[in-house]
């Protein structure tokens, strides 16, 4: 399968679960959060972001949750579908210095069973 | 009515040659940018360009050249090619400059160094 050899986390669960992905980032300072969704053979596609003013926002089927005291985001997709196997990534943007560019975590692989 | 288009998807080419890679984007974005892919699918970014202008450039060989010829368009050079030069490229770009915006994809080129 697609993971062999990845290394990546990996999140098996059957069709119509609900999901939740979890991110750690390691910056106090980040003051934004975005989760993309990476389809086999795609590029990353914006899912959903939070500002570190909120902790918790919520979209289409998709929840995020940001947690500053511990710094961990987590992304829940309610009635997990066959199309929402993909490999998740978090990505933070850190504050200070440039503040240009949004950092990318290690992603972690859902597979969803019919 | 693609947003940001990469050509080529796909490239293999022999160590020691030299290759680019075009990017063009139709959403009237400012900034655009590169990010390199590599097998673990951890995503880095390499450059980015705000109206023309370099903005970041982070540690990466100086046989990679980028090329700016206008805001909708920034193109990757890279001279001879090396085994570790195998990934999956993309270019992206946002509204604005800095991290706190949402970045749109491409749809990726995969270089292939044999």
């Known amino acids: 399968g697609e993971s062999v050899g990845l290394h990546l986390p990996t999140l098996s669960v059957q069709e119509g679960d609900n999901s939740i992905i979890n991110c750690a980032y390691s910056?106090?300072?980040?003051?934004?959060f975005i989760w993309y969704k990476q389809e086999s053979g795609k590029g990353p596609q914006f899912i959903i972001d939070?500002?570190?003013?909120?902790d918790k926002r919520q979209g289409q089927r998709v929840t995020v949750l940001l947690n500053k005291t511990v710094k961990h985001l987590s992304l829940q997709i309610a009635a997990t579908q066959p199309g929402d196997s993909a490999v998740y990534f978090c990505a933070e943007n850190r504050s200070g210095g440039s503040n240009y560019k949004l950092t990318f975590g290690k992603g972690t692989l859902l597979t969803v069973n019919p | 009515d693609t947003a940001v288009s990469q050509t080529p998807k796909y490239l293999v080419t022999q160590m020691g040659n030299d290759k680019s890679i075009k990017c063009e984007q139709n959403?009237?974005?400012?900034?655009m940018y590169w990010y390199k892919q590599d097998s673990k699918k951890f995503l880095k970014i390499m450059f980015s360009?705000?109206?023309?202008?370099?903005?970041i450039n982070e540690t990466v060989p100086n046989r990679f050249s980028p090329k700016s010829p206008d805001k909708a368009h920034l193109n990757l050079h890279i001279n001879s090619l090396e085994l570790g030069d195998s990934a999956v490229y993309f270019c992206?770009?946002?509204?604005?400059?800095?991290?706190?915006?949402?970045?749109?994809f491409g749809p990726g080129t995969r270089l292939t160094v044999t």
């Open positions: 992206a770009s946002s509204p604005g400059v800095g991290g706190s915006y949402e970045q749109y």
């Open positions: 959403l009237g974005h400012d900034t």
């Open positions: 910056n106090s300072a980040s003051d934004y």
């Open positions: 939070i500002r570190s003013n909120m």
């Open positions: 360009y705000n109206n023309k202008e370099l903005i």
